[in-house]
């Protein structure tokens, strides 16, 4: 697809995102207009005689006078709102008409009598699966010289995981194996307080820790806190145990070389901040402690558990229609997932001047920085727009879901979730929240904390019948291998969400050809949620966090074709 080559450089300002999406490179298209100025150069002063035929002026000031007009003229030419009165037409992709294609099509969808898809058969894709070997009984101690040199433990490893649920959850992972490697006994993690969560709660709070040091034992030694002994060394303070800085994505050599002389030396260490601390490709062995921290260890709090089951049972008999399946919808579209992307909806002036409000009171200008280029109609035709309620919907009932299937909506709070809402509900009666499946009293002890409130919606998407991914990030990363490691297939729809634009924005698109790339898209997803990367790079898409066979394997159980709710 051309890029758009109008000389446009009108700004309009770009979330658990924590991390912000890069800006899109700027258009060639400033250059391309000077080579078109320069190529009227010449042509225009070959016939600097006629222009100045009539003006008795000297020969140096009618230049002076040619240059506003060739600016003028380029200007005419390359900028955006002239290039309307020459036909220019927006990208295919570029401009947000799903909610008219909607109103367009709804008589099409509600009407429309083929068969719908059965949520038991949804998918068909499936692999042969190995003999299962046992896990090892050894640890990952014995397969380095750290064991060899002394068996006893080289001291406590204190590690402070930060961000959001997930990302807290691969720090957790990651320093259960630094803990294997070194010989170290891990103290239980501490959570950094964020300012963009704002959620106080500490590891006890979302996970069962007796249950975690339990379920390590004979791999990991795991503590709730340090002995009095080194307390007292440092006034019983964690912040004054010196802080050792790691490089992100440290291999197992800079653990064994840097880290474990200092640690042996001083008896303890703290490494502050923790993400990402520790390279994906590691030795077998190292692997495997991630593999139990994962998908054994890590147990949520009795409190979150009690709740989740008595919200998938709520949600299996909502489902009376479709034997007891659901559908969960990981819905990106609150406010500050909104702002953040820079994309532009429906919304007119009202929604832009409000969400440049919020950018600037939530980011601090960082929209408005020096070279910054925002691009909004380049994000949404490279997929990077949040989709809205009525684009989920659309695609849903498209792939063939109709009416009668129960969709849970794990989301936060719906930008300005009246108005868009309202034709997911068209298209789907029986959706639920975990809002509208508690009741305030069993709601109430979670409220105000982010983690927890998201532990509830990944444990509810967990089990559902299929899950669909609408933004990425950590929480379908997470989910998407651990519904792997339970089920041997993912059971995700990933939206191709560069196609769903330039359909969702095509007003002449009729609803039978809609559904027909809709049910490729499906069919992909379903190829996709067997696929085991041939080589896992180091970053989080081929993480063992999202494709964890065939390491993780031995930790499952194939008598059991009934998951228990133990994440």
């Known amino acids: 697809m051309k890029p758009n080559t109008a000389c446009d450089n009108t700004s ?75 036909g220019y037409t927006p990208p295919p992709g570029s401009v947000y008409r799903s909610h008219q294609n909607f109103e367009r099509l709804w008589d099409d969808i509600r009407f ?9 058969s949804v998918w068909k894709y499936n692999r042969r699966l190995k003999v299962q070997k046992p896990c090892p009984n050894s640890t990952a101690l014995y397969h380095f010289s750290v064991h060899k040199a002394s068996p006893d433990p080289s001291g406590y490893l204190i590690i402070e995981a930060n961000g959001g649920l997930n990302q807290q959850r691969a720090a957790i992972c990651n320093a259960v194996a630094v803990a294997g490697l070194l010989n170290a006994i891990l103290v239980i993690p501490w959570f950094e307080f964020n300012s963009v969560w704002k959620d106080p709660s500490d590891f006890g709070d979302l996970y069962d820790e ?25 006034d019983y303070n964690i912040t004054n145990i010196p802080n050792f800085r790691v490089p992100a994505w440290a291999p197992v050599n800079y653990y064994l070389g840097v880290v474990y002389p200092v640690l042996r030396d001083q008896g303890v260490i703290r490494i502050v901040p923790f993400a990402n601390r520790l390279a994906m490709n590691v030795p077998p ?28 049972n709520r949600m299996i008999e909502r489902s ?9 919808v990981h819905l990106r579209f609150e406010k500050d997932m909104v702002a953040f992307s820079c994309c532009v909806y429906d919304g007119g002036e009202a929604e832009s001047t409000e969400l440049d409000s919020f950018r600037e009171k939530g980011w601090k200008g960082k929209f408005k920085q020096k070279g910054r280029v925002i691009a909004p109609s380049l994000n949404r035709i490279n997929g990077k727009c949040p ?19 129960s969709i849970y909506l794990a989301s936060g709070k719906i930008y300005q979730a009246e108005k868009h809402l309202v034709p997911l509900k068209k298209m789907f009666p029986l959706l639920y ?29 967990l089990f559902s019948e299929a899950f669909v991914t609408t933004q990425g990030g950590n929480f379908p990363h997470f989910l998407m291998g651990h519904r792997r490691f339970l089920f041997k297939h993912a059971k995700t729809i990933i939206p191709d969400k560069r196609k769903l634009v330039v359909l969702l924005e095509d007003m002449t698109i009729s609803w039978k050809a809609f559904k027909n790339q809709m049910e490729v898209m499906l ?42 709710l133990t994440a």
């Open 387 to 405: 989709l809205t309620p009525v684009e989920v919907g659309l695609m849903l009932r498209g792939m063939g879901f109709d009416n009668n299937t």
């Open 12 to 86: 309009s300002s770009e979330t658990n995102s924590p991390t912000t999406p890069p800006s899109p490179t700027r258009h060639s298209a400033i250059s391309h207009c000077r080579r078109r100025l320069l190529r009227s150069k010449p042509h225009s002063f070959s016939r600097r005689e006629n222009i100045g035929a009539g003006i008795n002026l000297p020969r140096n000031l009618r230049y002076l006078l040619l240059l506003p007009l060739l600016y003028l003229s380029g200007l005419f030419t390359c900028v955006g709102p002239f290039t309307r009165l020459l």
């Open 210 to 234: 007796d249950y975690f040091i339990s379920s390590l034992n004979g791999y990991v030694n795991v503590v709730k806190e340090l002995p009095d002994t080194l307390m007292e060394r440092y």
């Open 112 to 120: 429309d009598n083929s068969s719908a898809i059965q949520l038991s």
């Open 285 to 312: 062995y190292i692997q495997l402690l991630r593999c139990m921290a994962n998908y054994k260890a890590l147990r949520f709090s009795s409190p979150i558990s009690t709740l989740v089951e008595k919200l998938i």
């Open 320 to 328: 009376s229609r479709t034997a007891g399946k659901y559908v969960s």
């Open 523 to 564: 069919t992909e997803s379903d190829r996709k949620g067997m696929t085991v990367p041939r080589i896992k790079k180091i970053n989080r898409k081929t993480s063992i966090y999202a494709y964890p066979l065939p390491e993780c394997s031995c930790l499952q159980q194939f008598h059991n074709s009934t998951p228990k």
């Open 433 to 461: 929240t975990k809002e509208s499946l508690a009741t305030p009293e069993e709601l109430a002890p979670f409220e105000g904390y982010s983690s927890r409130l998201a532990a509830i919606d990944y444990a509810v998407s």
